[in-house]
């Protein structure tokens, strides 16, 4: 059953003559990647033939070329979403799963709405032609009227509008699809979660969105001949620049773990930092802050920790809730991952300063937030503290960033891993 | 760096393991375990443990399908690190670190002092239906001992390691 539905939602990508040319050799043969080539090679030669023989103007084939270029730079798109959609792995929690769920049987199965942002478009256009042909005369030479070339015409036509179209509603459930995302994850209890990967898989194929819109810049030559077509093309760049920023925003909202974790993370004081150096393992005391997605914590210059980061960044912290009366409520979290210094002097750690140093600031007040006695002690006993722990940004601390990569739980001393 | 070399509370390095250090490793509850994977990846565990006065040896249990033994398996040298958290003031944060050599011990092999030891110290907290069946002990020989109590460093090298 699955198979079958994955084929069709394959065949469910295709241009119309796609469709009828997949039937026949060569094309049956080729690897999608050289059907896509040999069918634009096919239409330009038809193109190209019915210029000569009409004696069409030499604008009319650049026209023509722009528009089939269009359409196969979009299909070739398809071809990267399709197999990336599929491999899409299921959230844990149930009501992200039917968001997901829901959005890719919109996007792969269901054509009405696709088909009908097509045929509004087209009937646009269409009536566009008819209500002034001049142009139609002027380009198309002793061919005007010729049934055949009309026909060819319109399905030109209808090939580029459909794409238009499909972007359009693309973008419309991406959005659609990311507002209720966020909505369900911000309701997860316990260890429910969308794995951040796939987050970030969804994102980077809402960015195929932009990459549609932006091959309909191919197109503005040929709108160009009149301000409506022109206007049209606009609403459409803007309609999907917009779209895509709410999708974005509302994706960013996601938080990368379960809330279970997010609670250790935010409310626990202390960590514990493992760090490894010739295969002898370090562990040291922290205290440390997170931001949604990073720990943040500080070391001194003149540490063994910030010696050892920048041997191998390779680094393991464990955030544990402790209660040595429960045995119940024991939980932890270890993250693992790789290890990054933010506010060094190098010419390395001034191009990070540059990318993240207003990050580093709002890090900076939240360790003010979370420990102002700390921070208080720092202050008021300044004079009395070795240089190497005085909380002086650059000169003798700085900031190690965690991208966790791999997160275990435990609870009751029971493991669970789960896939960042 | 253009900056010269920092200056900061040098390390005493000391010929016994001082006071306070081994008033932690009695009192502390729990430690925490670092080993390392075959790729210097280290890994990160909360476990009970026991200090072994005479020995000057840590002894923990585990069961014996968790990731920290196939990681001592392959790699025996570990980190292990008890302190005392103080919220309110950094100065009053102390702590010890182990760094040495680990070796399992079969329950069965193990000193029963220390199986007394161990369930005396935890078994209020595990319960009585503890199961000692699928567990293996882990012997940790410190080889340098760490001991810091605010801006104060202490060193200890074990001198039969």
Known sequence: ?420 | MFLGKIHKAPIRVIAEIPDGALDILRSGFFSYLGTSEADCMPHLTAMFYVWQEQSKQIFMVTTKGSHKISNIRKNTKVCVTVDERDAVLPAANSGVMIRGRAMMVEMELLDEAITLDFLGKYMSFLGAGYPLGNRIAIKVTPKILSYWRGMDFYRWRNPDY
Request: glycine share 6%; proline share 5%; charged share 20%.
């Open chain 1, 1 to 420: 059953m699955q198979g079958t539905a994955d084929t069709s939602l394959y065949s469910g990508r295709k241009w119309i003559y796609e469709e009828i040319v997949d039937k026949v050799p060569p094309f049956r043969w080729l690897p999608p990647v050289f059907d896509v080539l040999a069918q634009l090679l096919l239409v330009e030669a038809v193109g190209i033939a019915g210029f000569l023989y009409f004696e069409m103007p030499l604008t009319s084939v650049i026209y023509g070329t722009l528009a089939i270029l269009y359409t196969v730079v979009w299909s070739a798109g398809c071809l990267y979403v399709i197999p990336w959609l599929r491999r899409l792995r299921d959230p844990t929690n149930i009501e992200e799963k039917k968001v997901l769920k829901s959005y890719k049987n919109h996007l792969l199965l269901d054509r009405k709405y696709e088909l009908a942002a097509g045929v509004l478009l087209f009937v646009g256009v269409w009536v566009f032609i008819l209500i002034d042909p001049t142009f139609l005369e002027v380009h198309l030479g002793t061919g005007y009227g010729n049934l055949f070339l009309m026909a060819l015409l319109a399905v030109l036509v209808w090939d580029v509008t459909y794409r238009i179209g499909l972007s359009i509603v693309t973008t419309l459930f991406a959005a659609m699809r990311s507002i209720s995302l966020s909505r369900a994850a911000r309701r997860r209890r316990g260890l429910e979660y969308t794995a951040y990967s796939e987050v970030r898989t969804l994102k980077y194929l809402d960015s195929v969105n932009l990459y549609w819109a932006a091959s309909a810049v191919l197109l503005l030559p040929l709108a160009s001949i009149t301000p409506l077509l022109l206007y049209g093309l606009g609403a459409f760049f803007t309609a999907v620049l917009f779209l895509s920023g709410v999708s974005l925003l509302a994706m960013e909202r996601v938080p990368w773990f379960p809330p279970d974790v997010e609670s250790i993370l935010y409310k626990e004081r202390f960590a514990y930092v493992a760090l490894c150096e010739n295969d002898q393992p370090h562990v040291t005391p922290v205290i440390f802050v997170y931001d949604g997605k990073y720990l943040y914590f500080v070391v001194s210059l003149d540490s063994a920790k910030y010696r050892k980061i920048k041997k191998n960044s390779n680094i393991a912290v464990l955030v544990d809730m402790r209660d040595s009366e429960h045995v119940m409520n024991n939980r932890a979290v270890m993250l693992r991952g790789k290890s990054m210094i933010l506010g060094e002097i190098t010419l390395f750690g001034l191009l990070r300063l540059y990318l993240y140093g207003l990050w580093m600031l709002r890090v900076r007040s939240l360790f003010g937030r979370k420990y102002p006695r700390y921070m208080k002690y720092y202050d008021t006993h300044l004079s009395d503290l070795p240089l190497a722990w005085q909380n002086k940004p650059f000169i003798s601390r700085v900031m190690v960033r965690v991208e966790p990569e791999k997160i275990t739980y435990w609870r009751e001393a029971k493991p669970q891993i789960l896939r960042v």
